[in-house]
């Protein structure tokens, strides 16, 4: 094993997933992690500090993406349509990669608690993220929160979709996580 090896964070997000698919979580060991991506225990500890960060890998810049891509939203632009800027912007970090994993990890996800719950709180820090930046905007507590709630749902549904369809389709994310906004924009119009 290369000590030094390029791609190994990939890797061992990739073996992660594989093997929490194949035996489950619980029964997935750092160790099988590491022996299946081809690299030491010590790789996997200096990329990840324990298996259930390597389902959030992307997540810090995820946050970063979304955020940037709010503040750099046009002037004039809606607290929606700043979310929507950061959509786009966070739809670059999405690869190909991204979309075959993305239903293997949906069933790891599903099949364990600690991982759902790992999941929603990064769904909270995704949403977090949002907020702060729509507030540094200037955009008032309440509004900017939901805004940022509605951003995260639609990245969500937008990911789902995206993740589901035709693989061989060069399309993007972006596309997908904008059309959700817009959904959601329609469906929280008719509350009322």
């Known amino acids: 094993m290369g000590r030094w ?18 035996q489950g979580y619980d029964a ?4 099988q992690i590491a022996e299946r991506a081809g690299v030491t225990k010590s790789t996997f ?9 390597l389902l959030v890998a992307g997540q810090e810049a995820l946050s970063r993406l979304l955020a940037e891509g709010i ?11 700043a979310v929507a800027a950061g959509l786009e ?12 994993l ?7 996800v599903a099949a364990s608690a600690e991982l759902q719950e790992r999941d929603a709180l990064k769904s909270v820090s995704l ?15 309440p509004t900017a929160a939901l805004a940022g709630e509605l951003g995260v749902l639609a990245f969500k549904r937008g990911y789902a979709k995206w993740s589901e369809s035709d693989r061989d389709v060069k ?8 059309a959700a906004l817009d959904e959601l924009r329609a469906a929280s119009a008719s509350l009322g």
């Open 5 to 22: 090896e390029p791609g190994a964070r990939e890797r061992l997000v990739v073996a992660a997933v594989d093997l929490f698919t194949e």
């Open 28 to 31: 997935t060991t750092v160790a």
């Open 102 to 108: 993305a239903p293997r990890l949906k069933a790891a």
């Open 127 to 141: 949403a977090a993220a949002m907020t702060t930046a729509l507030v540094a905007r200037g955009v008032p507590d």
């Open 171 to 178: 399309d993007e994310l972006a596309g997908y996580a904008l």
């Open 45 to 53: 500890f200096r990329h990840f500090p324990d298996k259930r960060e």
């Open 89 to 100: 912007r966070a739809s670059t970090a999405m690869g190909a990669m991204s979309r075959r």
């Open 71 to 81: 503040a750099e939203a046009p002037d004039g632009a809606s607290p929606l349509e």
